[in-house]
């Protein structure tokens, strides 16, 4: 069964631009979660969505949004980015919905570098 | 507010010693705790989880964990360590009655280092 990927696995970009990120989750799993990883603030959750619905979001200004899709693949788009968006973002999924005590599966990531 | 903590930023373990790398947590409710190990470059691979039952946990690689409730603490543990164990772990837990569904909150990681 293949793993989560996500797309691309490197993006450059400047502040101000946006950027949309891809996560296609393990074939049969419908929650698809968004971790940001750097080295100051750690593994931070984004938000979660479970057949095309938002669960939950964390503390993150408006400018991070997301949405999934019926095949429940998702995305994450930036909006004006900032220096400090710079991070590897992660997708991890999950089957069911259930009440959390099923593992997650991370993909490898994209890596975000704002100049 | 839910919390994790791994106390040491790095452990350094001879190969075929014992490691422990340690974790505690704080919810409100009864945890569900995850250890994840990531090597560079690449996701969190999962290792074990603790929902209920036993409290010795067996998980992928000849890891375990051992969940305490009364210390709030969820060491993971091996016999023998590898060189190929090194890698960054992270501890990470789930309070059930938050209403988080699959929200994790990860502790800071800790770097093992396994030398031969």
């Known amino acids: 069964k293949a793993g989560v990927t996500q797309t691309p696995r490197y993006l450059i970009k400047t502040r101000g631009q946006q950027v949309t990120l891809s996560c296609s989750p393990i074939?049969?799993?419908?929650?698809v979660s968004w971790y940001q990883q750097t080295p100051g603030q750690g593994l931070q959750f984004l938000f979660e969505?479970?057949?095309?619905?938002?669960?939950n979001k964390g503390n993150f200004p408006g400018r991070f949004s997301g949405r999934q899709f019926s095949n429940s693949r998702s995305e994450m788009n930036v909006s004006t980015l900032e220096l400090g968006d710079s991070a590897l973002y992660l997708c991890?999924?999950?089957?069911?919905?259930?009440?959390?005590?099923?593992?997650?599966?991370f993909g490898p990531g994209t890596r975000l570098t704002v100049l | 507010a839910q919390s994790v903590a791994q106390p040491e930023d790095q452990v350094n373990v001879a190969e075929g010693n014992p490691l422990t790398v340690k974790c505690t947590y704080s919810?409100?409710?009864?945890?569900?705790l995850f250890w994840y190990v990531q090597y560079p470059n690449r996701g969190l691979q999962f290792l074990l989880k603790?929902?209920?039952?036993?409290?010795l946990v067996k998980g992928s690689y000849g890891f375990e964990a051992e969940f305490n409730k009364s210390q709030t603490s969820f060491h993971l543990k091996k016999p023998s360590a590898l060189v190929s164990d090194s890698a960054l772990y992270f501890c990470?837990?789930?309070?059930?009655?938050?209403?988080?569904?699959?929200?994790?909150?990860f502790g800071a990681g800790t770097r093992l280092a396994v030398h031969p």
């Open positions: 991890a999924s999950s089957s069911l919905g259930g009440r959390g005590g099923n593992e997650q599966f």
């Open positions: 074939s049969g799993h419908r929650s």
């Open positions: 969505y479970f057949s095309e619905t938002q669960r």
């Open positions: 919810v409100s409710g009864n945890p569900y």
């Open positions: 603790y929902i209920t039952g036993d409290n």
């Open positions: 990470a837990v789930r309070d059930p009655l938050s209403g988080g569904y699959n929200k994790l909150i």
